[in-house]
């Protein structure tokens, strides 16, 4: 058929271009080292960057502490039917209290709450503005989202501002998303002054901390901690997959905005619920990795030590 001719044919193009993926075969994984496609490396690939995922102690105290519970392992339905364990309820207050906001959201993972925050809040009236680097999930919800989009120039907060000053009295809102530590290169948004943008201009923002949690900040709660701009930011995102080595994502914002996303989020009201396993391990590394400070300081001078390496090698 024409049809799978033509796949195979772009199948194919990827290959000739070194963009043809396959997945790995992990047989092992141990603290540093993994192994895959029978051969032992050194893990440089991994996102745990605090080793929550390898604390072999808290894991095994975790599961004990577990089989005490009648908690299932799975919801068996979406948060607004009967999935909404109260785990879901303590987990989402803990997050609130530590940032010291009003409301938190848990969602199934950072995909999700990108591809449903900007659909949910903005329309044909608004327009969203996004740092050209952002990650692919932004710009899927942007997409998807019936609101006219424009990217500005990495990092180039002037360009930003032309934009703002040129579309601040054609739409209804504008919408600012930027990530704080930029998932390709490392590279750090300047938070203060996307703060004087929104506030100067009556704009929404949007910070997208995947990268940032568990590495930024006393209490590891990412760039916008460490700059004291966690009261200035509308909505903040996180994710567990990462540093906090558990599964699905979050975000704080006001108690108004939490209200209006659980009304109208699709990717929130259709899909089926974390199971409670999971959640329980979240508030766990979440609560654990907030007294993480040596550890951090510890994987901070790593990298700088491997930034310098890599530039003094180039």
Known sequence: MQFYER????????????????????????????????????????????????????????????????????????????????????????????????????????????IGI???????????????????SIIDGMKIAEAPYQRYR??????????????????????????????MDGDLADLSQLVALKEKYGAFLIVDEAHGVGVFGERGLGLCEATRMVQHIDIITGTFGKALASTGAYAVMSS???????????????????????????LLTLERQTSMTHQRAALLQLASRLASASTYGS
């Open 118 to 136: 900007l659909p949910a809040l903005c329309t044909r009236h608004d327009l969203v503005l996004s740092d050209r680097l952002n990650h692919a």
């Open 154 to 183: 990495h990092r180039d907060y002037d360009h930003l501002e032309e934009l703002l000053a040129g579309a601040c009295d054609r739409y209804r809102q504008i919408f600012i998303v930027t990530e704080s530590v930029f998932s």
């Open 256 to 282: 108004l905005v939490r209200e209006y996303l659980l009304n109208t989020m699709r990717p929130f009201i259709f899909t089926t619920a974390l199971p409670p396993v999971i959640l329980g391990w979240s």
């Open 7 to 114: 796949i195979r044919q772009e199948l194919d193009e990827l290959k000739s271009l070194d963009r043809y993926r396959v997945l790995p075969d992990i047989t092992a994984r141990n603290e540093k080292d993994i192994e895959v496609n029978g051969q032992l490396l050194l893990n440089l690939s991994s996102n745990d960057y605090l080793g929550l995922g390898d604390d072999n102690a808290m894991r095994e105290g975790y599961w004990n502490q577990f089989r005490k519970t009648s908690h299932a392992m799975t919801s068996s339905s979406s948060r607004l039917l009967t999935g909404n364990h109260p785990l879901y309820d303590q987990l989402e207050k803990t997050l609130a209290t530590i940032y010291g906001r009003q409301s938190a959201m848990v969602f199934n993972s950072g995909y999700h709450a990108n």
